[in-house]
């Protein structure tokens, strides 16, 4: 069956880096748009990230953009996010997602699979 397995997220302090790992399994992603979300207590799931089929159109919510770079790796089935200037706020817990369709869009509702997400702490 198609799995999403995320990984790398852990505590850092505010300032920090993290890089998140998803590997996809039971089929090729290659055509498929991917995305990152994340989940704080007590709140809604939100888009963070978002890389199109052939990894050259991007898109990101405002309060990670300059920080956060999502790109792809076909020939691994992957997709990162490396996260940078990490604040206390970017805690929560990070989902990986991906759409049946190649384009981007930050709906969560248009994603059709999904991993089991990693946590992610920034203490300050």
């Known amino acids: 069956q198609v799995q999403l397995v995320e990984s790398g997220g852990e505590l850092v302090q505010a300032g920090g880096a993290l890089r998140l790992s998803c590997a996809a399994s039971g089929r090729t992603f290659s055509s498929n748009a991917m995305g990152w979300f994340r989940q704080a207590p007590g709140k809604e799931r939100e888009f963070v990230a978002g890389?199109?089929?052939?990894?050259?159109?991007?898109d990101y919510v405002d309060s990670v953009k300059g920080r956060f770079t999502i790109s792809r790796d076909k020939a691994k089935n992957s997709v990162y996010l490396q996260m940078n200037s990490l604040k206390p706020e970017d805690t929560a817990v990070y989902y990986c997602a991906a759409r049946r369709f190649g384009g981007v869009t930050t709906s969560r509702l248009n994603y059709a699979y999904w991993g089991q997400g990693t946590q992610v702490t920034v203490s300050s």
């Open positions: 890389i199109n089929w052939s990894g050259a159109s991007t």
